[in-house]
C-alpha cells in the first residue's frame, strides 16, 4: 500500500511539479491541489515538531543547526504551494485554451477589487465564478497550441454543452431531478461523479454565502454596524443544508469502495480527514461489482474512460 500511494504521489505530485508547459484535465487538478494540501501539512508539522525540540534543548537560544533547518523548511513551505499552485492554474488554463498570464490579470483585477469600494461583492461573485469554471469545465477536446488533450474520453455532465445553460439549470432545479443527486443513498458514485455533485452546491452554497455577507456588510454600515440575527441564522442554515445534501453523496461515494455510511466519520478526524478527502475525489472504487452494485464508470490503463451503461 504504502509502494502504491508513493507512485501516485510521484506521478501526480513530484513529477511536473513546477511546469508551465503542456495541459491538465479538471480530475489532474484536483489530484495536485489535494497533494498539495497535504504536502503543506506535512511540512508544517514538521517544522513544528523541529522548533518544539529546539526550544525544548537549547531554550531561546537560536544559533543553532535544529532552528536553522526548521526556517528553511518553512521557507519551502511557502514558495512550493506557490510554484505549484501557479503551475497547476497555468496548465489548466492551457487547457481550456487561454494563456497563463491571465492569472497576473486576475491578480490585478483582485487587487483593484480590493481597493476600490465597488469590489466589495463584485470582486469576490466574479472570482467564484472563474475559480469553478475553471474547476468544472471539461477540456477542448482537440489538440491545441498548448498540446494534445489530457484525457481520451469524458462523459461528466458539464461535458454535454446543452447543459451549460440557464435554462437547463432551472430544468435541473425545478423538476426535481437534483433529488436523484442528492436524497439517495443507493448505488455508488466514481469520483468524477463525487466531483461534480460536491462542486456544484458549493457554487450554489458559496454564491449565497457571498450575497449574504455583503448585505450583512451593508446593512451593519446603515445601521451603526449592528448585528443582523436573522441573517446570521440564514447564512448558518445554508451551511447546514450543504453538510446535509452532502452526506448522501459521501455515502454512495464510499459505497464505490464497498464500505458503509460509517466511513463518512473520517473527515471528522484532523490529519485522516485530508486522505479521506483525497481519496473521495481521487481513487478509482471497486472495479467489480460490489454489494452495493456495479461499477459505472472507471479510467484503465490506457486513460480511456469505460461507462458499464453503454
Known amino acids: 500500500m504504502f509502494a502504491k500511494a508513493k507512485a501516485y504521489y510521484k506521478e501526480h505530485f513530484i513529477k511536473n511539479l513546477i511546469s508551465s508547459v503542456g495541459r491538465i484535465s479538471r480530475k489532474e487538478m484536483q489530484e495536485r491541489e489535494f497533494l498539495l494540501t497535504l504536502t503543506f501539512v506535512g511540512l508544517y508539522i514538521v517544522i513544528v515538531a523541529l522548533l518544539s525540540l529546539t526550544t525544548f534543548l537549547f531554550g531561546k537560544d537560536t544559533n543553532n543547526g535544529t532552528y536553522a533547518l526548521a526556517w528553511i523548511m518553512a521557507a519551502i513551505a511557502i514558495v512550493i ?7 497547476i492554474l497555468v496548465r489548466r488554463l492551457h487547457d481550456l485554451g487561454y494563456s497563463g498570464w491571465y492569472i497576473l490579470l486576475g491578480f490585478l483585477v483582485l487587487l483593484l477589487g480590493i481597493i476600490g469600494s465597488l469590489g466589495i461583492l463584485i470582486i469576490p461573485l466574479a472570482s467564484t ?8 469545465m471539461p477540456s477542448i477536446a482537440e489538440k491545441n497550441k498548448y498540446g494534445v488533450p489530457p484525457v481520451i474520453n469524458e462523459n461528466d455532465w458539464l461535458d454535454n454543452e446543452e447543459n451549460r445553460t440557464f435554462r437547463r439549470f432551472k430544468q435541473y432545479l425545478f423538476s426535481g431531478e437534483w433529488k436523484n443527486d442528492y436524497l439517495t443513498f443507493k448505488g455508488r ?6 466531483f461534480f455533485l460536491a462542486y456544484g452546491f458549493l457554487a450554489f452554497q458559496s454564491i449565497l454565502t457571498i450575497i449574504s455577507t455583503f448585505i450583512m456588510f451593508v446593512s451593519a454600515l446603515l445601521n451603526g454596524f449592528e448585528r443582523i440575527e436573522w441573517l446570521e441564522v440564514l447564512l448558518g442554515l445554508v451551511n447546514l443544508i450543504y453538510i446535509i445534501f452532502l452526506y448522501p453523496v459521501n455515502v454512495r461515494r464510499n459505497h464505490d469502495f464497498g464500505n458503509s455510511w460509517i466511513w463518512t466519520l473520517l473527515i471528522l478526524i484532523p490529519g485522516v480527514n485530508i486522505w479521506y478527502l483525497l481519496r473521495q475525489f481521487c481513487f ?3 472495479l467489480e461489482e460490489n454489494k452495493y452494485g456495479e461499477p459505472r464508470t472507471w479510467v484503465d490503463e490506457n486513460g480511456v474512460l469505460r461507462n458499464n451503461d453503454y
Not at 504551494?81 to 503551475?87: A, E, G, K, R
Not at 465564478?129 to 468544472?136: P, Q
Not at 458514485?189 to 463525487?194: H, P, Q, S
Open 129 to 136: 465564478f472563474i475559480f469553478f469554471y475553471i474547476e468544472l
Open 284 to 286: 478509482t472504487g471497486d
Open 81 to 87: 504551494p506557490v510554484l505549484t499552485m501557479w503551475s
Open 189 to 194: 458514485l466514481t469520483c468524477r461523479e463525487f
